[in-house]
């Protein structure tokens, strides 16, 4: 079952077999005999990549559950030992960078038991993939307010204006909300949060077009040398900022005034009370990391909505 459902993730009997770490042939002859006690095509071998049978998607589906509770067996049996076992964390790129690096080293030397299995997505495949039940959490930007998931919030992390060379918002300490507002802005692309929180909080649809010029990228480092380049502005979370070498940061970096534009870091789990000790164990551990690396946060913080939409 563990094959098949891996040839249904991958799409291929080569990626799965490797990442079950298994022959190729030795995993097709399994999935073969699978079929056979079942009865059923689970996949059409013929496409590439492979696709499955309505009736091997019903089946795996089933599988999925089959092999979840038995997951979860292992773990009523060692409820009262120390966090352990597999555990599938999503995280979105905006955070990926900046958040995994404050936490893992931390979090691996204090849980040697937990097998962290790390992968980057965007918002709306970790919410896919938390509902399919193939993640355990997710390092999102928060709220997502969907009604089967449970959100804990890690900390807050406050946005900055980065500006170029000779902008006249350099000449002020903090930079008003209506300053931004109709500010030609290099953007995130379309399915990051990110981008959706900066259009909401700067009201302007074409905020995406510097000069005539669109072009989005999903790199915060990509959007800065534009910037440097005398093209634009663009807004940054407080962990990208302090990346940035101080000198740099007093000739280009101004906070914004209160209420400060904020993004949520948030844990987000769809099963609230299953790998419960492995989920706590993390969330403390990143919350205390977060609020080490940012400090209390601003009094008076604007949640920003990560789903709002990008054109309002």
């Not at 993640?135 to 928060?142: C, E, K, N």
Request: glycine share 6%; net charge neutral; aromatic share 6%.
């Amino acid at each position: 079952m563990r094959y098949a459902v891996a040839v249904e993730e991958f799409q291929s009997f080569r990626v799965a077999a490797e990442r079950c770490h298994v022959s190729q042939s030795g995993l097709s002859m399994q999935i073969q005999k699978l079929e056979d006690l079942l009865d059923t095509v689970l996949f059409d071998r013929s496409r590439k990549p492979v696709l499955i049978t309505p009736e091997g998607e019903v089946a795996i589906t089933q599988m999925r559950v089959v092999l979840r509770e038995i997951e979860r067996l292992g773990q009523v049996a060692s409820e009262n030992l120390e966090p352990s076992g597999r555990y599938r964390l999503g995280v979105i790129p905006t955070l990926a960078p900046t958040v995994l690096p404050l936490f893992l080293r931390d979090f691996v030397q204090k849980y040697p038991r937990v097998e962290l299995d790390i992968e980057e997505l965007k918002t709306q495949d970790i919410v896919e993939k938390l509902r399919a039940d193939t993640l355990d959490a997710g390092i999102a930007a928060t709220p997502l307010s969907v009604a089967t998931l449970h959100e804990t919030s890690l900390g807050h992390e406050a946005l900055f204006a980065y500006l170029p060379s000779g902008n006249p918002l350099l000449n002020k300490r903090t930079i008003a909300q209506n300053d931004l507002n109709g500010h030609p802005l290099w953007v995130m692309q379309e399915g990051h949060c990110f981008r959706s929180q900066v259009l909401s909080y700067c009201h302007s649809p074409d905020a995406a077009r510097p000069d005539g010029v669109r072009f989005e990228s999903g790199s915060f480092e990509t959007l800065m040398r534009l910037v440097d380049g005398g093209l634009g502005a663009t807004v940054l979370p407080a962990l990208v900022v302090q990346s940035i070498p101080a000198h740099k940061r007093r000739a280009h970096v101004r906070a914004l005034v209160s209420p400060t534009p904020v993004r949520e870091i948030g844990l987000v789990t769809a099963r609230q009370a299953f790998r419960r000790r492995v989920t706590d164990a993390l969330a403390d551990v990143i919350k205390e990391r977060l609020t080490r690396a940012l400090g209390k946060g601003p009094r008076r913080p604007l949640v920003l909505d990560p789903l709002a939409p990008s054109d309002q």
